[in-house]
């Protein structure tokens, strides 16, 4: 702001640019005027200085609405984040409870799968018992039919022959009819079995399916959370940006109301000086690189440098 002027008058002899350390000058020669007696030259030393203050007002009260408008933006996305961390949390819940419901029916599909499988081992350990039985019997069919000489000679002294070989005859044909149910017994095990071990899949599929989610929605979180917090230190800034430019605005307001009835009332130039010259930290600091809060002088200068070459418009 070193190169803007006032449009429409001179400060003083010269062309000078708008800044508080001139309206303080100013003030400071209006009120040694007064001390001398001279309220004429006073009161035109004062509104010397009113284009300089309105215009200093208006950036004030453009960064004000600027920093109003950027607050109430950054407020609704804060506002909105926290709506959609609320609607994440309620689906991570949701997902959790299926997770748990899914993990239930797996440890259910596992053990089905663990009885089958030990039922199919005892129908085989069942089965090879059977055919040792089988076998068993038909070497003893075969030595009952074997032809052989010995064998005849033995025969003489057997009794009831044929009705031991329709025994053992009977015996063979008990062992294949068990060790045809055994193995229907096992196939229909192994097609159960099968059955539970797509379902078993599928269902690990769908847990697997239901954690990937869960975490893509906390991935999501974190995201927003950080989104959320950079947003609460914007809104932060914003708010004590606002408050600055306000309590600025609040000043160059009162003084461009002492500028328009200077006429009437040049007792209200010491009541700003009296202001400028309390050292009290009451204003809120712009970038708090310091203290939270500043002296009102100090706030007007820093303003100052805050304009610079430009005007708060170009400033955003």
Do not use: W
Not at 189 to 218: I, K, M, P, V
Not at 269 to 287: F, G, H, K, Q, W
């Amino acid at each position: 702001m070193n190169n803007v002027a006032i449009a429409d008058k001179d400060l003083s002899a010269g062309s000078q640019v708008v800044e508080f350390k001139t309206i303080l000058a100013k003030l400071t020669e209006a009120t040694e005027l007064l001390k001398n007696q001279k309220q004429e030259e006073a009161a035109a030393t004062i509104s010397a200085m009113s284009d300089a203050v309105d215009y200093l007002l208006s950036q004030a009260k453009l960064g004000e609405r600027m920093y109003a408008k950027e607050q109430q933006v950054t407020s609704e996305l804060v506002k909105s984040i926290i709506a959609d961390l609320g609607l994440l949390n309620q689906k991570i819940t949701g997902i959790q409870q299926e997770i748990a419901a899914v993990s239930v029916e797996i440890h259910k599909d596992e053990q089905s799968v663990e009885l089958l499988n030990q039922r199919i081992g005892q129908l085989i350990n069942q089965m090879r018992s059977a055919e040792n039985e089988l076998a068993h019997h038909r070497r003893k069919l075969d030595e009952l039919n074997d032809k052989s000489a010995g064998s005849i000679v033995r025969s003489i002294f057997c009794l009831g022959l044929d009705r031991a070989i329709m025994g053992i005859i009977s015996l063979v044909d008990q062992d294949e009819a068990k060790i045809r149910s055994l193995t229907d017994e096992r196939d229909r095990f192994r097609q159960e079995r099968e059955r539970d071990e797509g379902q078993l899949s599928a269902t690990r599929d769908l847990l697997s399916s239901l954690q990937n989610q869960r975490d893509e929605y906390t991935r999501t979180i974190k995201q927003l959370e950080a989104t959320e917090d950079t947003l609460h230190q914007n809104e932060k800034a914003a708010r004590r940006k606002l408050a600055f430019f306000t309590d600025i605005s609040l000043f160059y307001g009162k003084l461009q109301a002492v500028c328009d009835g200077i006429g009437n009332n040049l007792a209200s130039v010491a009541d700003v000086v009296e202001e400028l010259n309390d050292t009290s930290p009451r204003i809120v600091d712009i970038d708090a690189s310091g203290s939270e809060l500043i002296p009102l002088k100090a706030a007007l200068f820093k303003f100052d440098a805050m304009l610079g070459d430009e005007p708060v418009e170009a400033l955003f």
